[in-house]
């Protein structure tokens, strides 16, 4: 064999090892770079599911008609907070505690999430508005509205049973004033008067906050102990006479 051929085999066998080398290690490169941005592409997604599906072990709803605020609560720990609007004064906001029993992305007037509550005289509930500039006043019809990229934001934290209180201050349904209650009138000051006539043995129905019949007839049997006039309305004697405080 000479020399030449010799040294040729020689070159093909050191490039084929260095095309292999180069080979493997291109291969070995990719590899890893596939891992690296698979490990990237998982940890983005991880941390938007953790956005979007964020999960407290104790989270509760406070709203304060007052204040017209929504407080996102972890038990006692404060996650956010949301300018909101509430009821009119014919229409008030249901105060007390209740619990989520309903989710749904709704349109229209009820902006792009609705999150039902368990009052038992009406459908109530935390939504969205096409009328943002409502937000910060009493201008609902009982529920509490939020802007839409609020009550997004806010829909991914609630879950069917979060409980809610919203708290309408240091005198409840009648921190400012009390209407004048009419037989089918509900609400919770509705409640309140069937507490008080239930207190005082005149009313046997259910505390529901409805003003039906059976509270009626409470009505009419309290005003006629008391001196005061039959009146299926609630006016201000009658509620005195109920040991209600309202303000001015």
Known sequence: MSKRL????????????????????????????????????????????????????????????????????DGNKLIKKYLVATGKASTPTPVGRWKIVSKAKWGGGFGSRWMGLDVPWGKYGIHGTNRPSSIGYNASHGCIRMLNKDVEDLYKYVKYGTPVVIYGGEFGPFGNGARNLRAGDRGMDVVEVQRRLKNFGYYTGSIDGVYGPVMEQA?????????????????YSTYEALGIIMMD
């Open 219 to 235: 009505v009419y049997n309290f005003q006629r102990d008391k001196g005061l006039p039959k009146s299926s309305t609630l006016y």
């Open 6 to 73: 010799i040294i040729y085999i020689l070159v093909l066998a050191v490039l084929g090892a260095v095309i292999f080398w180069a080979g493997a290690n291109w291969e070995e490169r990719m590899l890893q770079r596939k891992m690296s941005q698979g490990l990237e592409d998982y940890q983005v997604w991880e941390k938007q599911y953790m956005l979007d599906n964020p999960d407290y072990k104790n989270v509760r709803i406070l709203i304060s008609i007052d204040e017209k605020t929504l407080y996102l609560l």
